[in-house]
């Protein structure tokens, strides 16, 4: 994760029921050993027992379903940064946690692109499995190879 961090991709993902982050560390103590790079350690679903400013809004794609959302930002050590953990109440759903490493990226647009993102997942599936199976199965095994077995420098049997 941090290697697509480096190279200056984000990540959007939806946070499982017991991920855990960090509070910023607030002041830095002078103490022997290494300093401390993170504060205390908080259960992220705890974070939903908490008295946060609850912010109102339709769904992103349905204007009917309102949602309320929040965010904070606490370090995360997959990441090894801060990163926005944006708290959703779906009326439906329930309770989610969507996160993003791109601390610019504004709440509803994190849980819009999160939203879709089956959407995408099987317009690729469907994409593999009618490009794949047309080529692999059908194609492929009618086809004579162009290949022949002595130019091959390995064969396996």
């Keep these: 994760m941090k290697q697509l961090l480096s190279s200056g991709m984000h990540i959007i993902t939806m946070m499982k029921k017991n991920a855990v982050a960090y509070y910023p560390l607030e002041s830095s103590s002078k103490r022997r050993g290494r300093p401390k790079k993170y504060g205390k350690k908080v259960k992220l679903f705890d974070l939903f ?29 997959p990441a090894g940064q801060l990163v926005n953990f944006v708290l959703v109440i779906h009326p439906e759903k329930g309770n989610a946690i969507v996160m993003s490493t791109d601390l610019t990226l504004l709440p509803m647009d994190a849980i819009f692109c999160y939203s879709i993102r089956f959407k995408i997942e099987v317009a690729f599936k469907q994409a593999v499995h009618q490009i794949g199976a047309f080529m692999y199965r059908f194609w492929l095994r009618i086809m004579h190879s162009h290949v022949s077995r002595a130019s091959v420098p390995f064969s396996m049997g």
């Design 49 to 77: 027992k908490m008295n946060f400013e609850w912010i109102s809004m339709p769904m992103p794609g349905n204007n009917k379903l309102i949602i309320q959302y929040c965010v904070i930002k606490l370090f995360w050590k």
